[in-house]
């Protein structure tokens, strides 16, 4: 369990994602968001003395479960101030990372900070989930987006039995798991390093119940 800044920094570094590219990008990224705290409320204020467990490292622990080879294209939903997608795209910005935020002022920060940190393979969508053109991604991730059902509800059409969901999901996640219906899936929890009491969702959807494939 990652439980100071120094503990973080050095996870990061142990990365095979971490080089001076990836750590100039992440600093440069804390320093845009406090910056941008003071206009607008991005993350709670009590988060930023404990910024790389609380956010970079909460982002980039889901890069464990993904495959380097298969991680060709990555969806977030629900950005906000930017966590997990900006943090993955700073980390792999090999990887087409589609980040799909509806708030005008939450919007228009990811695009300037994606330009500030050279994403060019990164994408901020400024609308609902809703609204977004249906297209399959190898990954799909989500922190603090909606309860686990609604989740799925949402964005079973841009995944395929081979979309791997990676899902942090605080406190709730054990118990939106065992009261997850009406979906075939291979999910399980994993701990997660930042909070000893929350977990990350992981695995497949497979469709729903009772519907051929």
Same mark, same amino acid.
């Given at each position: 369990?990652?439980?100071?800044?120094?503990?973080? %920094?050095?996870?990061?570094?142990?990365?095979?994602?971490?080089?001076?590219?990836?750590?100039?990008?992440?600093?440069?990224?804390?320093?845009?968001?406090?910056?941008?705290? *003071?206009?607008?409320?991005?993350?709670?204020? *009590?988060?930023?003395?404990?910024?790389?467990?609380?956010?970079?490292?909460?982002?980039?622990?889901?890069?464990?479960?993904?495959?380097?080879?298969? /991680?060709? /294209?990555?969806?977030?939903?629900?950005?906000?101030?930017?966590?997990?997608?900006?943090?993955?795209?700073?980390?792999?910005?090999?990887?087409?990372?589609?980040?799909?935020?509806?708030?005008?002022?939450?919007?228009?920060?990811?695009?300037?900070?994606?330009?500030?940190?050279?994403?060019?393979?990164?994408?901020?969508?400024?609308?609902?989930?809703?609204?977004?053109?249906?297209?399959?991604?190898?990954?799909?991730?989500?922190?603090?987006?909606?309860?686990?059902?609604?989740?799925?509800?949402?964005?079973?059409?841009?995944?395929?039995?081979?979309?791997?969901?990676?899902?942090? %999901?605080?406190? /709730?996640?054990?118990?939106?798991?065992?009261?997850?219906?009406?979906?075939?899936?291979?999910?399980?929890?994993?701990?997660?390093?930042?909070?000893?009491? *929350?977990?990350?969702?992981?695995?497949?959807?497979?469709? %729903?119940?009772?519907?051929?494939?």
């Amino acid at each position: 369990m990652i439980t100071t800044e120094q503990q973080a %920094k050095d996870w990061l570094a142990a990365m095979p994602e971490w080089d001076a590219t990836a750590a100039e990008r992440i600093e440069r990224l804390i320093a845009l968001l406090i910056e941008e705290n *003071a206009r607008q409320n991005l993350v709670a204020a *009590a988060s930023l003395p404990v910024i790389w467990q609380r956010h970079i490292v909460d982002s980039a622990q889901l890069l464990q479960y993904v495959p380097r080879e298969t /991680s060709s /294209s990555w969806l977030d939903l629900g950005t906000g101030a930017g966590f997990p997608g900006l943090v993955i795209a700073a980390l792999r910005p090999d990887c087409e990372v589609v980040m799909v935020e509806s708030r005008a002022r939450r919007i228009e920060w990811l695009e300037r900070v994606r330009l500030a940190l050279g994403l060019n393979q990164a994408r901020v969508v400024g609308t609902r989930l809703e609204q977004v053109e249906t297209q399959a991604f190898s990954v799909i991730s989500a922190r603090a987006f909606a309860p686990l059902v609604r989740l799925l509800d949402l964005s079973a059409r841009f995944s395929t039995k081979d979309t791997l969901y990676l899902l942090p %999901k605080g406190r /709730s996640a054990q118990q939106e798991l065992m009261e997850l219906r009406g979906w075939n899936h291979l999910f399980h929890v994993e701990q997660s390093l930042t909070d000893p009491e *929350a977990g990350v969702i992981v695995g497949q959807l497979l469709g %729903k119940k009772g519907k051929k494939p």
